[in-house]
């Protein structure tokens, strides 16, 4: 088995905070360095913003919502931006904006937790399958090349079709469809850092094959399988997105936010705004996310990675 | 002596074959062989014994689940996809209606948006740094990030709604033919390609940028030639190669972006029968459509691999 070449995110962690230090001027006070940060990673800053209003939105809706999510007032439905209400109306007169607010949490906590069981699942597979080798290894990438080879989409429809739709089926589909990619960072990470003294020493000194996969392997692939997270999720909730779009593990009237786009659909020639207010959401809380994940990466892996390598 | 892209692409096609088999064990294994009865999933729970008994013949559920493999994959092999109780008959002919619609409408797709990719990336490349650069790698970028139906409703508000160019839906009876009706046809067509514009126009800007600092392309400017002679004869021949590989290879990508785009325009394609088989828990409906996909997607991931080594004589190996 010949070692792959790594992917630009999965390089020998740590190296470069050991070259460069981690914190550029470790004297200057709190704010003095966030003030450095920010003017370093102007983008980043206000990506960041924006998903933590978006993260704000998700934990106290009722507080910052100026209407009920469900309050029909049918007597002013399908209207643009007014006083009364902001960004608008749908078609059954339901505060546009009220909608969107009360929608966030259920896009962030599907789209996160998936991302988060797609990493650990994954990690789990890439760290047997790098560290013990052999033909387990092939099979198991042979597998994972084979489910790599599809679109996303379809076999997490697949999944989500035979677990019957629900959102806990969306959460597990996505996961599984997410699984195989990120098993293979993590195996190119192992395989990077597996000939390494420290674990041979580990190992004469008898310890376990779980204690040096979670000992001393785990620690050493963090930043890799940091990055992938973030990457994953803001993915997710496209994945997310899609399905409440398609009507699927969601209903009415549940605020959700592809469902939303697909009822506008209906309407687009009669009133943009139910369209579009979900959209920009969607979009700002997506483009946002991935900013931040490419800062994140900056900062982790100390090089900026082209975006468009998916 | 068989030549050396010829015996690279051999050892593909054996690759994909090895791939495919994988696939078909895994949609096989999803759909059929979980645990859950498959004639009570798909009657649902007030079916009769009756029925269920019925089905469970006609499908031919109470053999073993290694046999029933066996089966499919031999009928798949032979071109008969089974029997679909959504659709009340055989698979075959409506798939491959399907199929074509879909595929007329990718193809229409990328005939429209790769010469505007390439010539977009082009000229990010030639301009590196400047602002179009900038304006072009921003916007594609956004463009890459965002799900189709975001795109499906940016292209419509402002193709259809505002300037009133185009139908805002795709509807049509499914056995019509498609180039019929092309003005419906390029909405769809435009959004599910709109993802892959992006990345191909920033795969070209990349390229160009590498030609364009190769030594040669010194020497044809120290030659004194006119810099359209140097970009065009001597720097795109080369700098187009990868995204020849790169459009190959994009057909994944239309295959997932069908499902939502088909959704979003009411378009008669293969995807939204796919989805029929999920919303109507027809499985033996979703086992062939996703079988279909997968093929497609594949052969045309094989074909983006000979192209390459084709082009590019160091991926032999």
Redesign the interface.
Known sequence: MTEEPLPEHGRVPGEEYVKEGRTPHPGLRPLARWREFAARHGLTVIALLIVSIFVVFALIPHYLAPHPPNRLDVASRLQGPSAQYWLGTDNLGRDLLSRVIHGTRGVLVTSGTAALLGVIWGSLVGLISGYIGGWMDEVIM??V???L???????A??????LG?SRVSIVLGIAIVYTPGVARVVRSAVLAIKNSEFIYAARLRGESTLYVLLQEILPNIWSPIVVEASVRT?YAI?LT??FG??G?GVQEPEPDW?LM??R??DY??VS?WM??VP?IA??LL??SL?VAADGLRERIAGTAL???SV | MIPSWARFALRRFGLMFLTLFLVTLAIFGIVSAMPADAAQFMLGQHATEEALAVLRARMGLDLPAHIRYVRWLGDAVRGDLGWSPYLGGEITPVLAVRIRNSLFMGALGFLVSMPIAILLGVLAGVLAGGFVDRLISITSLAGLSLPEFVSAVGLTLILSTWLGWLPPSSLMAADAYPWQNLNRLILPALTVTLAILAYVARMTRGSVIDVMNQPYIRTARLKGLPERVVIFKHALRNALLPTITVIFNSMGWLMGGLVIVETFFAYPGVARLLLAGVERNDLPLLQATTLVIAVITLSANFMADVAYAFLNPKVRL
């Open positions: 042979r597998v090349d084979a489910l080879s599809l679109p996303s989409i379809l076999l429809l697949l999944l989500l079709a035979r739709p803001s496209l997105a899609s779009f398609l699927l592809g786009v697909s506008a659909r687009i020639q943009p369209a579009l959209v969607i979009s997506v483009v991935s082209d975006t468009t």
